[in-house]
């Protein structure tokens, strides 16, 4: 199999706290690698994506 087609196990299943989801999408919003990124993304939009990979 092609390491691109390779299934992710979502986040939950590697031991990531639902209650973490929110504090690090805070503190990803607040970064400077963030702020440099060509694409703007909200808190909100980085914890929608944080979920859907817990999920």
Request: hydrophobic share 45%; glycine share 4%; net charge negative.
């Amino acid at each position: 199999m092609e390491p691109s087609r390779w299934p992710l196990a979502p986040c939950r299943d590697l031991g990531v706290a639902r209650d973490a989801l929110e504090p690090a999408a805070l503190a990803a919003s607040t970064s400077s690698s963030m702020k440099a990124n060509p694409v703007s993304l909200s808190g909100e939009q980085l914890l929608e994506m944080l979920e859907a990979a817990w999920e």
